[in-house]
């Protein structure tokens, strides 16, 4: 269980590190979504359910979407 | 060696304080203001880590007591008090990227640029 | 700016136009709202303007390259600085008592409290809705007002006006964005959600009203069934979502939530001990669903304020 939770830890911190150095901004979104979910695997590992569900749906879900929405609407009314 | 083997014990301390230090840095230095925010929600996430490590009790499970065993509860149950503030504090990580993001879109509309140091330049320039 | 000499007036002196709407203020109600300066910051103030202004010349070669220097020492000064920070954390964390011990400082008597009384006390089977609704409930109070605030907040940043107070630019801009929505959604998207919105309004329903006794509560619940409402807008479009979610529903939803949190918790804190005895078994399930409206409101107004401008 111990290394489970220790590969968990490493591709957590991987993701952190490689999110924001993406090149383009949809990989940095779906790297962070990524990271939302992982994370929320760790809760579980933790015995903490309702953490588990709050952070998928919110982290992972809420939180990416309004990211990728932020970034269309930088891009997109660049030509006004 | 023991060097190791308390790195594997702290396993989840150690993992919030790299995370925090890899947010912070992107916080501080990224040029993009939308990868800023991501180093925020980076570093949010780790003290959640953090603090719910801190409530984890070994050989011990989920606090849905079941029924009937509210006498022995406390033997048999994790901490349930950091696992509340991390759920606050989710919520509240939400609200603030929300709000960042939504400050970034009219500085975008008002500067045409989300890039740190061309706006440096716009509003030392408006000065 | 700031080139011309302004003469030196008395700070004390009743200026009618200093708030800019031709009352007359007295000095302090100006300091207050930030109009006027006090006569010792005053003092201090101009001295300093005298002596600035030759130095005031915008000179843009030199502006850009005093900003490059600058930002090149602040690269290796925020990187030294966070290598010397994760230093002090790995050494300091390493010192944390022993990952899941239960004789840790952290598992004291209190969260066995939390776990013996709580289920009794407040009905509530899982112990972490029983105290963060009753036992922690300012906390929860103070979270409900960040989400009404940031919601407020984005609102006002990012509302649409109405169509009067247009300029030309963002008419056109506008124009070309409803012409620029697709006439026929994706198939795969409306297809799929056809399929998942149903259950995944099912299931955060579930775990609303199951919140006392199953994992869950309030806050999860409000996020699953935020994600359903926003998959259903992305679908649908906006027109068949304003069916059941419109702007009067949301503000209606949002401030009677909030309201009915800070009047029940009142009443659970303030009452008498015999009233409160018969409250407190029935207390957390209208806090619960009123907090997970108040959220599922939230996620989905920023979504779609960040959308089209409005809800």
Redesign the interface.
Request: hydrophobic content about 55%; overall charge negative; proline content about 5%.
């Given at each position: 269980m111990?290394y489970v939770?220790?590969i968990l830890?490493v591709l957590?911190?991987v993701c952190?590190?490689v999110?924001?150095l993406a090149r383009r901004?949809l990989s940095?979104v779906i790297l962070?979504m990524t990271?939302?979910l992982i994370?929320s695997v760790?809760?579980l590992v933790?015995?903490?359910?309702?953490?588990a569900?709050?952070?998928a749906?919110?982290?992972a879900?809420?939180?990416g979407?309004?990211?990728y929405?932020?970034?269309r609407?930088?891009k997109r009314?660049?030509d006004? | 060696m023991e060097l190791l083997k308390a790195l594997v014990e702290h396993r989840y301390a150690l993992t919030a304080s790299i995370l925090f230090v890899t947010g912070l840095m992107n916080l501080m230095q990224q040029r993009h203001l939308v990868r800023k925010v991501i180093g925020l929600n980076i570093m949010d996430a780790s003290i959640f880590l953090l603090l719910a490590s801190q409530g984890y009790v070994e050989g011990r499970a989920a606090p849905v007591v079941a029924a009937g065993m509210a006498e022995q509860a406390a033997e048999l149950y994790i901490n349930p008090v950091p696992s509340g503030l991390v759920l606050t504090g989710i919520v509240v990580s939400v609200s603030v990227s929300a709000f960042s993001l939504a400050l970034i879109q009219k500085i975008y509309r008002e500067y045409g640029t989300t890039d740190i140091k061309e706006l440096v330049h716009l509003v030392k320039r408006e000065d | 700016m700031g080139r011309q000499s302004t003469p030196r007036k008395n700070p004390w002196a009743l200026d009618p136009s200093a708030s800019g709407d031709g009352r007359k203020r007295s000095a302090f109600v100006d300091w207050v709202n930030g109009d006027r300066i006090l006569h010792l910051s005053a003092a201090l103030h101009e001295p300093r303007e005298r002596r600035k202004r030759p130095i005031l010349v915008f000179n843009e070669e030199k502006m850009a390259a005093q900003l490059v220097q600058f930002f090149r020492r602040y690269h290796m000064a925020t990187t030294l600085m966070c290598a010397v920070l994760l230093v002090i954390f790995a050494w300091v964390v390493i010192t944390l008592p022993r990952f899941g011990d239960s004789a840790a400082p952290a598992n004291n008597e209190l969260p066995a409290v939390y776990l013996t009384e709580g289920p009794v006390e407040t009905g509530a089977d899982n112990a972490v809705t029983a105290m963060i609704f009753t036992y922690r409930g300012f906390d929860t109070l103070g979270e409900s007002c960040v989400l009404f605030l940031a919601l407020s907040s984005v609102m006002m940043l990012l509302r649409r006006e109405d169509g009067s107070m247009l300029s030309a630019q963002e008419r056109t801009a506008l124009a070309k964005a409803a012409a620029a929505e697709p006439k026929t959604r994706n198939y795969i998207i409306v297809q799929m959600s056809r399929i998942l919105v149903p259950f995944i309004f099912l299931y955060g329903l579930y775990v609303l009203l199951g919140g006392e006794s199953s994992p869950g509560g309030g806050f999860s619940a409000g996020a699953i069934l935020s994600a359903g409402i926003i998959l259903y807008r992305h679908a649908f479009g906006s027109e068949a979502t304003e069916r059941f979610m419109n702007e009067r529903v949301f503000v209606a939803v949002r401030t009677v939530g909030l309201c009915i949190y800070a009047v029940l918790f009142g009443a659970y804190i303030l009452l008498p001990d015999d009233v409160k005895s018969h409250l407190t078994a029935h207390l957390i399930m209208p806090i619960d669903v009123a907090v997970g409206m108040v959220v599922m409101c939230t996620m989905y107004g920023i979504y779609a304020l960040f959308i089209r401008g409005e809800i």
């Open positions: 111990i939770e220790c830890l957590l911190i952190a590190i999110a924001p901004g940095a962070y990271f939302g994370l760790l809760w933790l015995e903490s359910p309702d953490l569900i709050t952070e749906a919110l982290g879900g809420v939180t979407i309004l990211f929405v932020t970034l609407k930088i009314t660049k006004d | - | -």
